[in-house]
């Protein structure tokens, strides 16, 4: 089935690539599992599971990622680098969309853009790995590639992977959603609640306090909208996405359906998907597999991309050119961004395609401190996003927005921001089973410090 070609010139028809062609054409960062029969009984089972998210909702945020592409709206994607079953929690899922509707009214309010809002929560639970094995005290063990696939403890049982994960990845997804659908529809999303986002903790610090100023401001906006008797849906509530990495194709390929009004596939276990920098092969199965499905996608692009990749995926990924179906989501590094950035959006722009750019300041700027712990400085978080703004503005095309690892509770993981976090306060609390994240005060600090980039335009 694969390259089934449709009527209309360019365009993919709808069946997608079995499994099985996925597979054979070696898809890089899977799991290797000791039982194939286990995987296929899971991937079975998992072919029967109700959507997560439908076709519709789907095609909603590809028009607004359409905005962002136009420079009528901004992305603010965030969450874990990856999360955990453990971490299916209220309070955590709370905790992290607290921040994320912080950070989102601080850019709306104080940019005064429209901004989309997509969390990388509800699916994000595999990881590439640079390596397939870790060794500690000369013990050699599979290397952690995600709950979705093997657990984190470092015992050899715990390191096997399990295709059973994959079936706990629906269900742990499912009860995130539904979390995040009642918090975003059922009243806590209102503007009115504006105050009751920012906890004790984070209004003791500087940022903290200029995000209550700023709700006070619009708290009184609020109130003389209502005198007037405006009371629009939009105070009420905020539209939401999800989005993941889809790495592990025998999750994401058992989670795609037809969807029957348009008879196009569509993956049903987020909103937005993205390749990875590590699966972007232009002939390579993950490529394969996007080129079909019709949501949103992103792919990421860092240092080894050229301008030549950048325009061969998106004639791949996007033929049609859609406006709102191709994110390009670039994570170079803050010494980077300057020098690498600008042939890739020259050469893009000037063959006339449409994609949205998004910076992910998070992935290039990595690093191991003394103490052992991989971090990265706020610093060179802040210095890759305004290396991305000053790109963007130069040359006259549209920093569409910035995909962050964050988490809405007090982590120690991030050195640097307004709270000072050094090398040696990481031990205080740092809980990331993979990469570090922006703890709730530095996410707000970013969005304060974003907000005055996105003035500037
Ligand atoms: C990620 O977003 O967590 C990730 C692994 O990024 P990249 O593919 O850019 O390395
Ligand atoms: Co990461």
């Known amino acids: 089935m694969a390259g089934a070609r449709s009527p209309y010139p360019g365009q993919v028809s709808s069946p997608i690539p079995d499994l099985a062609a996925l597979q054979a054409l070696g898809p890089l960062q899977q799991p290797s599992y000791p039982d194939r029969a286990a995987v296929d009984t899971a991937v079975s089972r998992l072919r029967t599971m109700p959507p997560l998210v439908f076709a519709g909702e789907c095609d909603e945020l590809t028009d607004k990622l359409a905005a962002v592409t136009r420079g009528d709206a901004f992305l603010l994607a965030g969450g874990d680098c990856a999360e955990t079953f453990?971490?299916?929690?209220?309070?955590?899922?709370?905790?992290?969309?607290?921040?994320?509707?912080?950070?989102?009214?601080?850019?709306?309010?104080?940019?005064?853009?429209?901004?989309?809002?997509?969390?990388?929560?509800?699916?994000?639970?595999?990881?590439?790995?640079?390596?397939?094995?870790?060794?500690?005290?000369?013990?050699?063990?599979?290397?952690?590639?995600?709950?979705?696939?093997?657990?984190?403890?470092?015992?050899?049982?715990?390191?096997?992977?399990?295709?059973?994960?994959?079936?706990?990845?629906?269900?742990?997804?499912?009860?995130?959603?539904?979390?995040?659908?009642?918090?975003?529809?059922?009243?806590?999303?209102?503007?009115?609640?504006?105050?009751?986002?920012?906890?004790?903790?984070?209004?003791?610090?500087a940022f903290g306090q200029r995000y209550e100023k700023m709700a006070d401001e619009i708290e009184r906006a609020l109130t003389f909208m209502q005198a007037i008797g405006a009371d629009p849906d939009e105070f009420h509530r905020v539209d939401f996405h999800s989005s993941h990495e889809a790495l592990l194709l025998d999750y994401e390929h058992a989670m795609t359906r037809i969807d029957s009004r348009t008879e196009r596939p569509y993956n049903v276990s987020g909103h937005m998907v993205w390749i990875g920098e590590r699966t972007r092969q232009l002939e390579g199965a993950h490529v394969e597999y996007f080129r079909h499905i019709r949501n949103p996608i992103g792919c990421k692009l860092g240092p080894s991309a050229t301008a030549d990749d950048a325009l061969a995926l998106a004639a791949k990924l996007n033929p049609e050119n859609q406006p709102g179906r191709l994110t390009f989501i670039t994570r170079f590094g803050a010494e980077r961004i300057r020098d690498g950035l600008p042939p890739l959006v020259e050469k893009v722009t000037a063959e006339g395609v449409q994609v949205a750019w998004v910076s992910d300041p998070m992935h290039g700027n990595t690093f191991e401190a003394s103490t052992g712990y991989k971090t990265r400085r706020f610093d060179d978080v802040l210095d890759e996003i305004q290396g991305f703004f000053d790109v963007h503005r130069a040359l006259g095309t549209v920093p569409g927005g910035m995909m962050v690892e964050m988490t809405g509770d007090d982590v120690t993981e991030i050195v640097g921001g307004g709270e000072e976090i050094d090398e040696a306060r990481l031990a205080h609390r740092y809980e990331s089973v993979v990469d570090p994240r922006l703890n709730r005060v530095q996410s707000l600090e970013l969005a304060f410090l974003v907000a005055e980039m996105l003035r500037k335009a």
């Not at 509707?101 to 997509?118: C, D, E, H, R």
């Open 86 to 205: 453990a971490g299916v929690t209220a309070d955590n899922v709370r905790n992290k969309l607290r921040v994320l509707l912080q950070m989102a009214v601080v850019l709306t309010y104080a940019a005064s853009v429209p901004v989309v809002k997509l969390g990388r929560l509800a699916g994000q639970y595999a990881k590439p790995r640079s390596s397939d094995t870790e060794t500690r005290d000369g013990v050699t063990l599979p290397a952690y590639r995600g709950d979705a696939v093997n657990g984190y403890e470092f015992t050899p049982e715990s390191r096997i992977p399990d295709p059973q994960r994959l079936l706990d990845v629906y269900h742990a997804s499912a009860a995130t959603l539904n979390l995040v659908r009642a918090f975003v529809t059922g009243g806590y999303a209102d503007l009115r609640q504006v105050h009751t986002w920012n906890t004790d903790f984070v209004r003791s610090s």
